[in-house]
């Protein structure tokens, strides 16, 4: 057994009683192939929760900051999260998340960058339109629908691939397809809220 497999069992362990997961739109997800995997960010047991819920092992890129802590510095890399620099273009981070899509491989982000403050979807970032425009990914739109309460049911949707092909052949902005793949993000919440 794997770090990744064994610690996604210990989360499951640990996190199954306190919270009901209700997971929705599973077969939406691409059994085989590059998946870009955009999610909502509203707390820090985001990233665990996705890595429960999706039915392939997820690799998340994750903010530089968290590499730099004694244990985690050493746990992350070996859970499939890789480094990025916040705030700035960081080639190497790029490089290596169009190198997870490549190989066939599932990467997961949060487009927002960073926690919501108040649970409302907020405007993504650039990067995932960069990875959805410049990779041959599918993109698939997850939502996290909480609020994180012990005992209470938490949703995590998964919705069927946004279709890129058009924005790649005219070659659109990242800043477009980010907005295109929140739409899709926050369409998911209002229809499972």
Same mark, same amino acid.
Do not use: W
């Given at each position: 057994?794997?770090?990744?497999?064994?610690?996604?069992?210990?989360?499951? =362990?640990?996190?199954?009683?306190?919270?009901?997961?209700?997971?929705? $739109?599973?077969?939406?997800?691409?059994?085989?192939?590059?998946?870009?995997?955009?999610?909502?960010?509203?707390?820090?047991?985001?990233?665990?929760? @996705? $890595?429960?819920?999706?039915?392939?092992?997820?690799?998340?890129?994750?903010?530089? #900051? +968290?590499?730099?802590?004694?244990?985690?510095?050493?746990?992350?890399?070996?859970?499939?999260?890789?480094? @990025?620099?916040?705030?700035?273009?960081?080639?190497?981070?790029?490089?290596?998340?169009?190198?997870?899509l490549k190989e066939g491989n599932v990467?997961?982000?949060?487009?927002?960058?960073?926690?919501?403050?108040?649970? #409302?979807?907020?405007?993504?970032?650039? $990067?995932?339109?960069?990875?959805?425009?410049?990779?041959?990914?599918?993109?698939?739109?997850?939502?996290?629908?909480?609020?994180?309460?012990?005992?209470?049911?938490?949703?995590?949707?998964?919705?069927?691939?946004?279709?890129?092909?058009?924005?790649? #052949?005219?070659?659109?902005?990242? #800043?477009?397809?980010?907005?295109?793949? =929140?739409?899709?993000?926050?369409? +998911?919440?209002?229809?499972?809220?």
């Open positions: 057994m794997n770090l990744y497999t064994f610690a996604r069992s210990l989360v499951k =362990m640990v996190l199954t009683p306190i919270y009901r997961f209700q997971t929705i $739109g599973l077969e939406h997800f691409p059994k085989e192939g590059g998946v870009l995997l955009c999610a909502n960010h509203i707390a820090l047991l985001d990233p665990p929760v @996705v $890595g429960l819920t999706a039915p392939r092992p997820v690799s998340f890129m994750a903010k530089d #900051e +968290l590499f730099q802590a004694p244990i985690l510095k050493q746990l992350l890399p070996n859970i499939r999260a890789f480094p @990025v620099k916040r705030g700035m273009s960081d080639r190497e981070a790029l490089r290596r998340g169009l190198g997870i990467m997961g982000l949060f487009p927002e960058g960073t926690r919501s403050e108040d649970g #409302e979807i907020k405007k993504g970032l650039a $990067g995932a339109g960069f990875f959805a425009l410049r990779s041959k990914a599918d993109v698939i739109p997850c939502a996290i629908i909480g609020p994180y309460k012990p005992f209470k049911r938490l949703k995590v949707v998964y919705g069927k691939p946004i279709p890129m092909d058009e924005l790649r #052949e005219r070659k659109a902005s990242a #800043e477009e397809a980010t907005e295109l793949i =929140m739409c899709h993000i926050k369409q +998911l919440i209002d229809n499972h809220r």
